[in-house]
């Protein structure tokens, strides 16, 4: 079978809890930070948390990947080696890396995959990736349907893409603007999200053509109405971004995309489950009201105009209605959703900004707010948190079980008992019993039947119990009960002494790299990463931009996103808005980067200083 047809349902983990929770909610794998070197610093994991996790996910054959996704120093590698070491014991199944260096290292055999921080746009970038060893290759955000096939078709690596979340302006890997501004690395796991801030839009002689708005945040990604694309395309891992997000996002958003993959692989049988297992859960994923700054499906289908999210970086939720009318202490809203009290509503003020407020109370489609917001009559409001949804999510909201079939054959001292996953695996149970007759047949055969269906907090669910022709015999519950917990620790066992792991050392290579000559965008921060590059051709290589020395200028953001295309005022389209030709960005503390456009590729860069911090 293809290595792409297994479909792999990624979700986010920002501790072993919430791990756990997107498990149980059906993701096929997690990725979550380590104790150190992962590009969300604030979201370290123990590695006794982490071996927690993996034996939970490893019940129904999902995975577990560490994120170990900073650029490292020369001292760090040394602390790195032994921390993979680590986590290979720990149970986990592979590593997100972007640091070349790490390949160098006398590794476990354990996977490596290739970051979305290494920047691989174009099959030429994948293909080297994959001769040199990774065993997963994480595409860029910005890629179209078209630019992912071209990818698969040089390809035979598995391929990840993102799905759902928050989306960086700039490629991956590629941004150096919160370095250059705070000392914040955002490629050592420090980022201080500059993108987020409001921003003025000035010309070369200061005058101010956009003021406080948020001209470098993008809404968040939703592909959730293009899976069968991505599948179509090449794609196997499904990846959703949110590794600082909490349980309640991590549910919701995982159980809405398992319940799409899942329609789509029961229809559709090139494509199989990597992992066991089906859920039921207690509440109707909708993705409206988890986080999110509005939606887009980026670059997937072309250049669309709805990228960034202008008013706003924080969450706006879902369309509730318009303001039917303003009273004194209450909204009257027409809406055909049910309100509650508590929810979260929010706006987009007279002054165009974000503006929020809590409905103390709720009285059918009349609101009390807490405080009164200062709003008219045809203003749209949202609604971005649903305190009855996330009193739902803050409880038990999912059950998933692993089906079984067991079968009990008569034997001449006993019984033998039979049970089979839905993974095929099987385990047999001789168990010696003295034949009684049962007083009432139907009722005893019942009895059998009934007890070792029961599974209860295991994760298995039985599906049918098959008895064989035997005449009807009484077996007290309690007999049964030890059969079926003596059987269902036998397949646990079993299941475990069958996965499949992987056993994949990283292998040395020396085919050639895309180019002899690299810049400070590379990203090569010690001398494994340079031994590396310089093994596969690389002549001449220039330190990473953290190690580098104070320039004037020099590229802090490469981005898809054009500032003059979201105000209408691209040069490819003759109604475009006129904007002067050289516009500069201050951030509220009144630092300037330039903004310089490749209008052939469709690229903007944010130029700015590199100062030594």
Known sequence: MD????IELLSPARNAEVGKEAIWHGADAVYIGGPMFGARAAAGNSLADIESLCKVAHTYYSKVYVTLNTILTDAELAEAEVLVKQLYEAGVDGLIVQDYGITQLSLPPIALHASTQMDTRTPEKAKFLQDAGFQQVVLARELSVNEIKAVADATTVRLEAFIHGALCVSYSGQCYLSCAMTGRSANRGTCAQLCRLPYRLTDAEGHTLVNGKHLLSLRDMNLSSSIMELLDAGVSSLKIEGRLKDAAYVKNVTAY????????????????????GSCIYTFEPCLEKSFNRGFTEYFFHGRKADVASLDTPKSQGEPLGRVKLV????????????MNNGDGLCFINANGQFEGFKANRVEGTRVFPLTMPKLKAGVMLMRNCDAAFEKLLAKPSA????????????????????????????????????????KNAEMAMNTIRQQ???????P???????????EPCFIPSSVLADWRRQLVELLENEREKLRKLDDTVFPATSHSYLTQKLDYRANVYNKNAEHFLKQHGVATIEPAYELGKERNEVELMLCRHCIRYTLGACSKTASAKQLPPNLFLVDPNGNKTRL??????????VMGRLANK
């Open 327 to 338: 009273g004194k202490n209450f909204i009257d809203v027409e809406t055909k959703l049910s």
């Open 3 to 6: 290595a792409r047809s297994k």
């Open 257 to 276: 995309y398992r319940k799409t993959l899942d329609a789509i692989l029961g229809s559709d049988k090139a494509y199989q489950p990597s992992s066991s």
């Open 452 to 458: 070792l269906s029961k599974t209860g907090n295991t």
């Open 460 to 470: 298995f669910a039985v599906k049918n119990v098959e008895l064989g022709n035997f």
């Open 399 to 438: 059950e998933r079980k692993i089906s079984v079939m067991v079968a009990v054959e008569k034997r001449n001292d006993g019984f033998l008992l039979k049970a089979t996953d839905e993974n095929n695996v099987e385990v047999c149970l001789q168990v010696p019993y003295e034949f009684q007759e049962a």
């Open 596 to 605: 310089v456009f490749d209008c052939k590729n469709c690229q903007m860069k």
